[in-house]
């Protein structure tokens, strides 16, 4: 690892502490990442834990669409009517895209997982048909436009960092660790030594997203 690689790990490292928020999260988003349902494994794990640890906690984990306009447009009609300085969202990958997304449109809280930066230029290969990792049996057609769709919906610069907490690996194989940490200067980032773009060890991680989120 090279020195910057280092100083940047320790810099991120360092940033891992919760900022203070004077409303509970009561109503929760979770928004999974490309080629992925509510049917993954984080999305199922963390259902759970919210139905068993904060059963009065209001959860989505809405199938999103291919289309990532028409994915945004169908999330923001579903919660139109929630208060937005008590929710908050979580998202994986492309999820973790969207959701810093939103949370600069709606000024909420957000937790992201090994976020894609600018899926715009990674998806650009996936352009056709393709499958869903945990059920190859279900397909989506990935079209030209939905890359100007992303490109359209980029942040150039989170607005306020105390409003994030990420959790990122550097054993990603997908996405490149350094850049998802340099896209949320001050941000609250838990950067693990290794783990995976699936983030294998999730669970591990719930006690310090809760913690961060103040659910009600």
């Known amino acids: ?24 999260t ?26 068993s640890r904060h059963p009065d906690v209001v959860w989505w984990c809405p199938a999103l669409a291919a289309s990532p306009k028409a994915a945004m447009a169908e999330v923001l009609q579903g919660i139109a009517h929630w208060p937005k300085e008590k929710m908050a ?44 990792w945990h059920d190859p049996a279900q397909s989506f057609r990935f079209d030209p436009v939905f890359v100007n769709e992303l490109l359209a ?19 990603d194989e997908v996405l490149d660790w350094l850049e998802m940490t340099d896209h949320y200067p001050g941000a609250a980032i838990k950067l693990l030594p290794a783990g995976d773009h699936a983030l294998s060890d999730f669970e591990a991680h719930l006690d310090e997203i809760f913690g961060f989120l103040a659910l009600a």
């Open 26 to 51: 009561t109503h929760l988003l979770y928004l999974h990442g490309f080629r992925s349902s509510p049917a993954s494994n984080k999305a199922r794990l963390m259902a759970a834990a919210v139905a």
């Open 89 to 132: 969202v979580v998202g994986s990958s492309l999820g973790g895209f969207y959701a810093t997304w939103l949370a600069e449109r709606l000024g909420c809280k957000a937790v992201l997982l090994n976020p894609a930066v600018h899926p715009a230029r990674d998806l650009a290969d996936y352009i056709g048909d393709n499958t869903l």
């Open 153 to 171: 919906q980029e942040i150039a610069g989170i607005s306020r960092p105390e409003r994030y907490y990420a959790v990122i690996a550097r054993g």
């Open 1 to 24: 690892m090279t020195c910057l690689s280092l100083e940047k790990e320790e810099r991120h490292q360092s940033a891992l502490h919760y900022y203070p928020f004077t409303m509970p």
